[in-house]
């Protein structure tokens, strides 16, 4: 079998037998790998430390076509963004950014700017406390890169332009309309959450978090990019539910 070189991050583990673990991976050069990681449970495995969850890797594993799993041969830790006391809203909010990642790429399909997204979020969240303006963040760019976010600046109907004065989204049709033409229907966008959703595509995740962090209009776009979550990929994220209560400050 060939051995391929890809750098990696673990999304999720789960156990195949008493030895094993199968170890998911969103890779730059192949996309999404799920790999049989053999003995990595056994007490003085080289490997288990460096496939925990949110670790970026140097990897190497043998693919055979036609094969459900491939094997992973080597791992090399390059960072782990979960490192040694977590605190419980980075678990949740990048166990909710992996499972995202892991339903929007594809196996054997390569997505660097899924992956280039995911790092520049983890290392956004590793450097600051949590917050909703990060996750409104990664969603908006996950619905953009993956093509399921309508242009919202101007009307659909009309063509008049809405950007600064708000907009009512209809995520079922794909459109995003002024008042006069929504009729006060939808998902009502408000100029605040309009201009933040704009500034998205302008700035860095630090840069983003930095100005939002305390915008009200920050929670406006929730009903949005979960509305347009769900049209997507037919469910709800399960670690979303989990988030939320953490981030309104709630216990699980």
């Known amino acids: 079998m ?10 999720r583990q789960y156990s195949l037998s008493e030895a094993d673990k199968i170890i998911v991976l969103v890779t730059r050069e192949f996309g999404k790998v799920r790999a049989t990681a053999q003995g990595v449970k056994k007490p003085r495995s080289r490997l288990a430390a460096a496939l925990e969850p949110l670790n ?44 995202l990642v ?3 790429v594809e196996e054997g399909n390569p997505n660097p700017l899924i992956f280039r ?12 406390a949590l917050c909703e303006a990060l996750v409104r963040y990664f969603e ?20 008049r332009y809405v950007k600064d004065e708000g907009f009512f989204a209809w995520p079922e049709a794909g459109q995003g309309l002024c008042q006069t033409c ?5 998902v009502q966008i408000r100029p605040e959450c309009s201009r933040l959703l704009g500034a998205i595509f302008q700035d ?16 406006g776009l929730e009903r949005l990019t979960q509305k347009l979550l769900m049209l997507q990929l ?7 539910k989990s988030l939320r209560n953490v981030l309104a400050g709630g216990v699980e």
């Open 56 to 99: 970026h890797l140097q990897l190497q594993f043998y693919s055979r076509e036609g094969a459900e799993l491939a094997r992973i041969r080597q791992a090399e830790t390059l960072h782990s963004y979960l490192g040694r006391n977590p605190t419980l809203e980075r678990i949740c909010a990048f166990t909710y950014f992996a499972e």
């Open 234 to 240: 037919e469910k709800q994220i399960k670690s979303y």
């Open 140 to 159: 908006v760019w996950i619905l953009r890169l993956n093509g399921s976010l309508p242009n919202y600046d101007y009307c659909s109907n009309c063509g």
């Open 182 to 186: 929504a009729g006060g229907k939808g």
């Open 204 to 219: 860095s995740p630090e840069r983003f978090v930095a100005a939002a962090n305390a915008d009200p209009g920050v929670r």
């Open 2 to 11: 060939p051995v391929h070189e890809a750098e990696a991050i673990v999304l």
């Open 102 to 104: 892991q339903e929007f």
């Open 117 to 128: 997204l995911l790092l520049s979020v983890l290392k956004a969240g590793e450097g600051a």
